[in-house]
C-alpha cells in the first residue's frame, strides 16, 4: 500500500516513518527543500529519540522516501496524510492555509480515488472545507475522481512520539464512507490485529476529540498549579496532594504535577482554538478560558516567586536550566522558559541557560533579548558565579547533577527548583536556599 505524508514536522515525519516501519511504502513531501535533503542523507531536522535509526532502516530498506514535489506523491499513493501545521492566528483560531492549501494540491493532482487524512489538529468542520477545496478544483480540471475525506487525529508525545506511534493507546478514525474506512483498516493493519482500541465515528466527532482531550489535560493542569499556589500560602504539600488525589481512580495520578505551566505545540493553541470554535457557535467555555488565563498567570507567579524570595534580581546572574517546554524534545513553542526569562530580564536580570536540546531555537525565540543571555555548553558552565539557578524543565541530567560541585561553583546559593524534582532532597535543602512549587 502506497500512503503520502504531506508535512515533516513533529507529527507527519513521525507518522511517515512508523508507517514505513509498519510495512507499508511512504512518500513524505515538504516544502523545505533543505529539509528534504538532510532527510534523504538520513539526518532528522528535529529531537525526537528513537526517530533516526527507524528512518535511516526504512530509507535502506526502500520504503520511505521523501520529495519537495507534491505532485509525485498525490498521483501515486491511495491514501494522503495532511500533517501541516495549524498555527493560532491573532484571536486564537487555528489557521487552516496550510491544510488548505494542501487540498488544492491534491484536487490539482488527484488521478484516482484517494483517502485524504486530515492528520493535523484542526477544528470542527474542516473535515468538510478539505472536501469542498478539493472538489473545487476537480471541477475546474472537468474530471470526476471519487475521494473521501478522514480525520485521524494524532496523540503523540513529543518526547516519546515514537512508541506512542508504534503502540498507541487507541486509534481514532472519524468517516463517512465504508470504503474510506476499510481503507483505514489496511493502513493500520499492524494496530487493527493486535487489538490497539479502534474508535470509529464520524469526522466531526474524531475533529472534537483531539480538542476535548488536550483541554481537559490542559485544565487538569492548570487545576494542580493553582493548588500548589495555595499550598506555599496555607503550609500544605502540593505533591502529597496530587499523589491522594491521584489515587482516587476517576481522577487518576497523570498530569497532577505542578511546575511553572504547560507549553508545546498542543495545549496553548488547542485550548485557544476551541475557546474560539465555541464562540463561533454561541458557547462560552468558561472553564477552559479559566485555564488558559491560569496558565498565563502560572509563568507570572514563577517570576515573582524568585524576585520576591531574592529581595531583587537587579544586576543578578540567574542560571536558567532546561528551556524546551518538556524533556526529551528541542520544542520550544510557549515554553514556560520564555515567559519566566523575558520577566527576569525585565526585572533586571542577567541570565545564564543550558538545554540538552532546546538552545537552537531558544536563541531566535529569545533574539530580542539576546545580550542579556549567555548561551553555556552544560550545566556546571552556567552554574558558575551564578546568584541563583532556577530549573525550569526535567531533563533527566539534572536529576543526577551534583550538587555539591553546583554549591561550589555558584556565587549565590539560591535555588529555585520549578518541577520539585529536589523536593524530597535534604542535601538540597541543606546546601541552598530552596524553593520548590506548592511546597508550604
Same mark, same amino acid.
Given at each position: 500500500?502506497?500512503?503520502?505524508?504531506?508535512?515533516?514536522?513533529?507529527?507527519?515525519?513521525?507518522?511517515?516513518?512508523?508507517?514505513?516501519?509498519?510495512?507499508?511504502?511512504?512518500?513524505?513531501?515538504?516544502?523545505?527543500?533543505?529539509?528534504?535533503?538532510?532527510?534523504?542523507?538520513?539526518?532528522?531536522?528535529?529531537?525526537?529519540?528513537?526517530?533516526?535509526?527507524?528512518?535511516?532502516?526504512?530509507?535502506?530498506?526502500?520504503?520511505?522516501?521523501?520529495?519537495?514535489?507534491?505532485?509525485?506523491?498525490?498521483?501515486?499513493?491511495?491514501?494522503?496524510?495532511?500533517?501541516?501545521?495549524?498555527?493560532?492566528?491573532?484571536?486564537?483560531?487555528?489557521?487552516?492555509?496550510?491544510?488548505?492549501?494542501?487540498?488544492?494540491?491534491?484536487?490539482?493532482?488527484?488521478?484516482?480515488?484517494?483517502?485524504?487524512?486530515?492528520?493535523?489538529?484542526?477544528?470542527?468542520?474542516?473535515?468538510?472545507?478539505?472536501?469542498?477545496?478539493?472538489?473545487?478544483?476537480?471541477?475546474?480540471? *472537468?474530471?470526476? !475522481?471519487?475521494?473521501?475525506?478522514?480525520?485521524?487525529?494524532?496523540?503523540?508525545?513529543?518526547?516519546?512520539?515514537?512508541?506512542?506511534?508504534?503502540?498507541?493507546?487507541?486509534?481514532?478514525?472519524?468517516?463517512?464512507?465504508?470504503?474510506?474506512?476499510?481503507?483505514?483498516?489496511?493502513?493500520?493493519?499492524?494496530?487493527?490485529?493486535?487489538?490497539?482500541?479502534?474508535? !470509529?465515528?464520524?469526522?466531526?466527532?474524531?475533529?472534537?476529540?483531539?480538542?476535548?482531550?488536550?483541554?481537559?489535560?490542559?485544565?487538569?493542569?492548570?487545576?494542580?498549579?493553582?493548588?500548589?499556589?495555595?499550598?506555599?500560602?496555607?503550609?500544605?504539600?502540593?505533591?502529597?496532594?496530587?499523589?491522594?488525589?491521584?489515587?482516587?481512580?476517576?481522577?487518576?495520578?497523570? !498530569?497532577?504535577?505542578?511546575?511553572?505551566?504547560?507549553?508545546?505545540?498542543?495545549?496553548?493553541?488547542?485550548?485557544?482554538?476551541?475557546?474560539?470554535?465555541?464562540?463561533?457557535? *454561541?458557547?462560552?467555555?468558561?472553564?477552559?478560558?479559566?485555564?488558559?488565563?491560569?496558565?498565563?498567570?502560572?509563568?507570572?507567579?514563577?517570576?515573582?516567586?524568585?524576585?520576591?524570595?531574592?529581595?531583587?534580581?537587579?544586576?543578578?546572574?540567574?542560571?536558567?536550566? *532546561?528551556?524546551?517546554?518538556?524533556?526529551?524534545?528541542?520544542?520550544?513553542?510557549?515554553?514556560?522558559?520564555?515567559?519566566?526569562?523575558?520577566?527576569?530580564?525585565?526585572?533586571?536580570?542577567?541570565?545564564?541557560?543550558?538545554?540538552?536540546?532546546?538552545?537552537?531555537?531558544?536563541?531566535?525565540?529569545?533574539?530580542?533579548?539576546?545580550?542579556?543571555?549567555?548561551?553555556?555548553?552544560?550545566?556546571?558552565?552556567?552554574?558558575?558565579?551564578?546568584?541563583?539557578?532556577?530549573?525550569?524543565?526535567?531533563?533527566?541530567?539534572?536529576?543526577?547533577?551534583?550538587?555539591?560541585?553546583?554549591?561550589?561553583?555558584?556565587?549565590?546559593?539560591?535555588?529555585?527548583?520549578?518541577?520539585?524534582?529536589?523536593?524530597?532532597?535534604?542535601?538540597?535543602?541543606?546546601?541552598?536556599?530552596?524553593?520548590?512549587?506548592?511546597?508550604?
Amino acid at each position: 500500500m502506497k500512503i503520502g505524508v504531506v508535512g515533516t514536522g513533529y507529527v507527519g515525519l513521525v507518522q511517515g516513518v512508523i508507517l514505513s516501519e509498519f510495512g507499508l511504502e511512504v512518500t513524505c513531501v515538504d516544502t523545505n527543500i533543505e529539509k528534504i535533503e538532510m532527510l534523504k542523507n538520513g539526518g532528522v531536522p528535529i529531537y525526537e529519540p528513537g526517530l533516526e535509526p527507524l528512518l535511516k532502516k526504512n530509507i535502506e530498506a526502500g520504503r520511505l522516501q521523501f520529495t519537495s514535489e507534491i505532485k509525485e506523491a498525490v498521483e501515486t499513493s491511495e491514501v494522503l496524510f495532511i500533517a501541516v501545521g495549524t498555527p493560532p492566528a491573532d484571536d486564537g483560531s487555528a489557521d487552516l492555509r496550510y491544510v488548505l492549501e494542501v487540498a488544492n494540491s491534491i484536487g490539482e493532482h488527484m488521478n484516482g480515488y484517494r483517502v485524504v487524512v486530515d492528520k493535523s489538529t484542526v477544528p470542527v468542520g474542516t473535515g468538510k472545507l478539505v472536501k469542498e477545496t478539493i472538489q473545487k478544483k476537480l471541477d475546474e480540471r *472537468g474530471v470526476d !475522481f471519487e475521494f473521501d475525506v478522514v480525520s485521524n487525529p494524532e496523540f503523540l508525545r513529543e518526547g516519546k512520539a515514537v512508541n506512542d506511534c508504534l503502540r498507541p493507546d487507541r486509534v481514532v478514525i472519524g468517516y463517512s464512507d465504508e470504503r474510506a474506512k476499510e481503507m483505514m483498516k489496511k493502513v493500520y493493519n499492524v494496530l487493527y490485529i493486535n487489538e490497539t482500541p479502534f474508535v !470509529f465515528t464520524s469526522v466531526e466527532t474524531a475533529e472534537m476529540i483531539k480538542y476535548a482531550s488536550n483541554a481537559f489535560l490542559a485544565v487538569k493542569i492548570s487545576f494542580i498549579n493553582e493548588m500548589a499556589l495555595l499550598a506555599e500560602k496555607v503550609g500544605a504539600d502540593v505533591q502529597q496532594i496530587a499523589k491522594a488525589m491521584g489515587q482516587d481512580g476517576r481522577i487518576s495520578p497523570k !498530569f497532577l504535577h505542578a511546575g511553572p505551566g504547560y507549553g508545546g505545540s498542543c495545549f496553548p493553541k488547542d485550548t485557544k482554538a476551541i475557546v474560539d470554535i465555541a464562540k463561533k457557535y *454561541g458557547e462560552e467555555f468558561k472553564v477552559i478560558d479559566a485555564a488558559i488565563q491560569a496558565n498565563e498567570k502560572q509563568k507570572q507567579k514563577m517570576v515573582e516567586k524568585i524576585v520576591s524570595n531574592m529581595g531583587s534580581v537587579e544586576n543578578k546572574v540567574i542560571t536558567v536550566l *532546561g528551556l524546551s517546554f518538556k524533556p526529551e524534545t528541542d520544542d520550544m513553542r510557549d515554553a514556560p522558559s520564555i515567559d519566566i526569562i523575558r520577566g527576569l530580564v525585565k526585572n533586571g536580570a542577567r541570565i545564564k541557560a543550558y538545554c540538552p536540546e532546546g538552545i537552537k531555537e531558544a536563541k531566535w525565540r529569545l533574539k530580542d533579548i539576546e545580550e542579556n543571555i549567555e548561551y553555556c555548553d552544560n550545566e556546571y558552565i552556567a552554574v558558575k558565579d551564578a546568584d541563583a539557578t532556577v530549573i525550569i524543565t526535567e531533563w533527566n541530567q539534572f536529576r543526577g547533577i551534583s550538587l555539591s560541585k553546583v554549591k561550589d561553583l555558584m556565587k549565590g546559593n539560591y535555588l529555585f527548583d520549578l518541577r520539585n524534582i529536589y523536593s524530597k532532597s535534604l542535601e538540597a535543602k541543606k546546601m541552598f536556599n530552596y524553593y520548590g512549587v506548592g511546597k508550604g
